[in-house]
């Protein structure tokens, strides 16, 4: 069984679920900012049914943790710098959400 492996928005997404079945670890590349990709495939991964770990990568920083989080990624790459100015706003800045989280 692998351990994990790594998506980048060059890859099928469609796809990925057989790809990642009965790895314990997903890693979803963010290559841009401005790219939600990685947050539709990891609904897309939780809702198809993959229970294992996922890891957002690349350009998402300490203002998305909280949208990573309610997609079902449990793991961020963030900083040192990002790190030392976590706080528990960042896991839970709004109340009410109209989307429910996928964990």
Same mark, same amino acid.
């Given at each position: 069984? $692998?351990?994990? !492996? =790594?998506? !980048?928005?060059?890859?099928? /997404?469609? $796809?990925? &679920?057989? *790809?990642?079945?009965?790895?314990?670890?997903? !890693?979803?590349?963010?290559?841009?900012?401005?790219?939600?990709?990685?947050?539709?495939?990891?609904?897309?991964?939780? $809702? *198809?049914?993959?229970?294992? =770990?996922? =890891?957002?990568?690349? %350009? !998402?920083?300490?203002? *998305?943790?909280?949208?990573?989080?309610? /997609?079902?990624?449990?793991?961020? %790459? &963030?900083? +040192?710098?990002?790190? %030392?100015?976590?706080? #528990?706003?960042?896991?839970? #800045?709004?109340?009410?959400? &109209? *989307? #429910?989280? +996928? $964990?």
């Amino acid at each position: 069984m $692998r351990v994990g !492996s =790594r998506w !980048s928005k060059e890859g099928a /997404c469609w $796809r990925l &679920l057989e *790809q990642v079945a009965g790895e314990k670890k997903t !890693s979803l590349h963010f290559a841009d900012f401005a790219d939600g990709r990685g947050y539709s495939v990891a609904r897309m991964l939780r $809702r *198809q049914g993959f229970e294992g =770990r996922l =890891r957002a990568t690349g %350009a !998402s920083g300490l203002d *998305q943790v909280f949208y990573l989080k309610s /997609c079902g990624f449990e793991e961020a %790459a &963030l900083t +040192e710098a990002e790190v %030392a100015l976590l706080k #528990p706003i960042h896991l839970d #800045p709004i109340p009410v959400t &109209l *989307q #429910p989280a +996928e $964990r």
